[in-house]
């Protein structure tokens, strides 16, 4: 829970980080996928595959 509510968007990487990230990814990875899936999904006949995928991508980035 402590890592989970982290917000590691602004702040550079430091020694300890790599485990939390990778904890991170862990955990989240399913939700991750099953997001960017159906944001694809729901905009595939208005955008590019591709730019859709982009910007599901973007946007988790920018997130987390």
Known sequence: ?????E?????PLVADD???IYR???ERLSLYTR????????RRTK???EAALAEALDGLIKTE
């Open 35 to 42: 997001y960017a899936d159906r944001i694809v999904r729901n």
């Open 7 to 11: 917000d590691l968007s602004d702040r």
């Open 18 to 20: 790599r485990r939390k």
């Open 24 to 26: 991170l990814r862990e």
């Open 47 to 49: 955008e590019g595959t």
């Open 1 to 5: 829970e402590e890592i989970l509510g």
